[in-house]
Structure formats: structure tokens, C-alpha cells
């Protein structure tokens, strides 16, 4: 089993910068791919970023540019660093992971359907 422990969420002015990370522990050796999500109340749970242990990232198009996903070298501490955040990224954060060894660069890496060990949740609320 893998525990998942988001912290950082928060409250920001539009433009505004925060940083999200994750805590994974317990068999933390069979991770092969990390993600960040997010929901707004009425709306399904919607990928934001994936990482693999080899580093490779994908990326929500509406986050290009503005938000950078990382891996640390334990590969057990998932961040997501957020800049230029907007109203509409307002929203419960959520760390996810997966065993399965997929490819990182397809659209599947950000299906939530793709992980099986989910995090509580972190709100980010970005106010205009």
C-alpha cells in the first residue's frame, strides 16, 4: 500500500504563485508514475500534471507554461509548483500514483482511471 499526503494548498491573488507537494510512504518502491488532479464542486476530477520516475511529464494544456511538476530524487516527495495562477484554477488539488509502468506522454497519464493510490486533497483557491 501507498499513503499519499498533499500539502501547500491555500488562498492567492490572480498572478500569484504557490507550491503543492506530496508525501508518499509505505511501498513507495513500486511508484512508477505520479500525478496531480483537480475538482471543482459539479465537475469530474480533471489531470493537471503526470511525472514517471524517468522524468517524463505531461501537462494539462491549460497549464502549459505556467505549471512545472517534479519528482524529488527519492522519488517520494511530488511537488507542483504553480505560477501565474488564474480564478479558474480555483479548485481541491489532489496527488495521485500508480505501479503501472504506462507511457507517460499519452493522454492516459492524465486520466484519473490510470491511478490507484489518491491523496485527501489540498484547496487552491485563486481570487481575482
Known amino acids: 500500500q501507498v499513503q499519499l499526503v498533499e500539502s501547500g494548498g491555500g488562498s492567492v491573488q490572480s498572478g500569484g504563485s504557490l507550491r503543492l507537494s506530496c508525501a508518499a510512504s509505505g511501498y513507495t518502491g513500486s511508484i512508477y508514475t505520479m500525478a496531480w488532479f483537480r475538482q471543482v464542486p459539479g465537475k469530474e476530477r480533471e489531470g493537471v500534471a503526470a511525472i514517471d520516475t524517468e522524468d517524463t511529464a505531461n501537462y494539462l494544456d491549460s497549464v502549459k507554461g505556467r505549471f512545472t511538476i517534479s519528482l524529488d530524487n527519492a522519488k517520494t516527495t511530488l511537488n507542483l509548483q504553480m505560477n501565474s495562477l488564474k480564478p479558474e484554477d480555483t479548485a481541491m488539488y489532489y496527488c495521485?500514483?500508480?505501479?503501472?509502468?504506462?507511457?507517460?506522454?499519452?493522454?492516459?497519464?492524465?486520466?484519473?482511471?490510470?491511478?490507484?493510490?489518491w491523496g485527501q486533497g489540498t484547496q487552491v483557491t485563486v481570487s481575482s
Open positions: 495521485a500514483a500508480s505501479a503501472t509502468r504506462g507511457a507517460t506522454w499519452l493522454p492516459s497519464a492524465l486520466w484519473s482511471t490510470s491511478y490507484n493510490y
